[in-house]
């Protein structure tokens, strides 16, 4: 496993799939970075990914993990109208507790797709278009499945 975008990261050499869902934790979109990259970095591009999506005055939530957690993407969702459920990097409170909690359909959606799709799990493309094109033949067989039943 090697080329571009694949690095040393927290656990191990890969790449990281940022994922964005609805509230059931269907797949609406996703970036490919290095294992290394800035999580907070890909939060715009996901939600530009999306927003054809968002309804006019309508109260938008954006759940993440600690990875995100910035004061500039705090600052940045809130003048887009989103709220962030980020919890506190460091911060043990019962808040980030329940902000964790409800981050399970995310994880799902992850563990779905890389379960339903041995390609996903392990990258063997070296190009990381090639491997983002794999992700996203995965998401659209995710809801092909769904549409049709």
């Not at 500039?72 to 709220?83: H, S």
Request: charged content about 30%.
């Amino acid at each position: 496993m090697g080329g571009k975008d694949v690095e040393h990261g927290y656990k191990r050499k890969g790449s990281t799939i940022h994922l964005i869902t609805d509230g059931k934790g269907q797949p609406l979109g996703v970036e490919i970075t290095s294992a290394k990259g800035n999580e907070r970095d890909q939060v715009g591009k996901l939600i530009r990914k999306v927003e054809f999506l968002l309804a006019e005055n309508e109260v938008i939530f954006l759940e993440a993990d600690k990875g995100y957690d910035s004061k500039k993407v705090r600052c940045a969702l809130l003048l887009e109208g989103i709220y962030p459920l980020i919890p506190y990097r460091g911060s043990r409170s019962s808040i980030s507790g329940w902000i964790k909690r409800s981050r399970w359909k995310v994880e799902r959606a992850i563990s779905w797709i890389k379960r339903g799709y041995r390609r996903v799990a392990t990258r063997w493309e070296r190009l990381t278009d090639a491997y983002a094109g794999i992700v996203n033949l995965a998401l659209c067989y995710f809801w092909a499945r769904k549409i049709v039943g």
